[in-house]
């Protein structure tokens, strides 16, 4: 991925990074992708951690080795980088959104999705700068994952992170993890929302996008 790296970095102002950094969530991992983006990028880079990263239980192990990069891992957290911030999880879409009822674990599911939309909106609210850009994993909406098993939908995004978006007005979205979804979607307020899986690009010819806002 170096050449890669240093197109987008000759190219872009920042560089997103939506998670599935790893195959297992492993440090060694993490390592391997430093070692193609430190030469390489020159510009801003941002990050949220995907499913794989937290595969082995060393997601802050993962975060140490990106955060000796300087690539900014979002948690939660705003950060002013042209209005960038932050992270989401899953959770099912509109009248066949999961709801918190029924067994222990349906329950829990269901309330880290609520907990991670809350994050994201405490996140939205710090920002003060006039453009407003959130990054995730997971995807907000059901259009940008057209062509998945409807089946699995629950486990690819959340309607819940759509709702703050809308609400604080962002500019842009985007997310990965959805592996045979389409790129482009919009909020039901009309908010673009680019999927940047690499599954999902391999199509196109190159394994990022640059968008210009």
Request: with cysteine; charged share 25%.
């Amino acid at each position: 991925m170096h050449e890669a790296f240093a197109e987008i970095s000759s190219n872009a102002d920042v560089l997103l990074l939506c998670g599935d950094l790893t195959d297992y969530g492993r440090p060694d991992e993490a390592e391997a992708l430093v070692a193609d983006i430190r030469p390489a990028v020159k510009i801003p880079m941002l990050a949220v951690l995907g499913n794989h990263d937290f595969e082995s239980g060393q997601a802050e192990l993962v975060c140490k080795v990106l955060d000796g990069a300087g690539i900014n891992v979002l948690d939660g957290e705003a950060i002013e980088v042209g209005g960038i911030g932050v992270a989401g999880f899953g959770g099912g879409f509109g009248r066949r959104m999961l709801n918190a009822w029924g067994e222990p674990l349906i329950k829990q599911f269901v309330q880290e999705s609520i907990r991670h939309a809350v994050r994201l909106e405490q996140a939205l609210a710090k920002l003060q700068t006039k453009r407003r850009i959130v990054v995730l994993h997971y995807s907000p909406i059901r259009a940008t994952l057209k062509g998945e098993h409807p089946e699995i939908f629950a486990f690819l995004g959340s309607s819940r992170l759509e709702e703050p978006i809308n609400r604080f007005r962002v500019d842009a979205v985007f997310h990965g993890h959805a592996h045979n979804g389409i790129l482009d979607g919009k909020t039901s307020t009309g908010t673009p929302v680019y999927s940047v899986s690499a599954p999902a690009l391999r199509n196109t010819g190159k394994p990022y996008r640059i968008i210009d806002l």
